[in-house]
């Protein structure tokens, strides 16, 4: 499928209505799990890429800083207010993309295990990671995309290249979304082995 090519799968399920301006897909997930990675590959398949990180700080759009973990507040309401994307199709990378005006959301997961040694691998504080580790054992992207939007379908990146994420990203564009259902990545076996 060439950039802007969505005309089967998902693509049908949506109303018309949605593609009067263009297909937004949220690439999110808690930090870590591969959404940079993905869009690089993506991007280099010649798809429009919108990393709203950057764009909120070359809008001013970054309002405060949490120093304690050592992230930047955006103002998503204005953020999401302000998108303009002049593309037919367009991946919106950042962990809080679902929260944006998007047809459709993929939460990249990973193993709460694999996912602490990736983020301490990258020198985050001990806080930092367990506060991500936690977020992701307990689904807390998933579920802020599955309240906000209609489709949201999860991509379990454990054990996945970059490149077989980014084939499982189209290939749920393309309607192959059977084992990416919400609810089908589940931590729960690994939690209980934390007690």
Known sequence: MSSGQVETGIASDLSRDSFVRAVLVAITGTPGTGKSSACDVLARRGYVIVDLDNIARQEGLVVGRDEKRGTD?????????GLHIPAKVAFLKSHYSHRMDVNLAV???CRPSVLRARLEARGWPPEKV?????AEAIDVILQEAVARLPFVFEVDTTNRQPTETAEAILAILQGKTKGHEPGSVDWASEVLSWY
Not at 130 to 134: I, K, L, Y
């Open 73 to 81: 507040e955006v103002d998503v309401d204005a953020l999401r207010e």
């Open 107 to 109: 939460v990249l997961r």
């Open 130 to 134: 367990r506060e991500n580790v936690e």
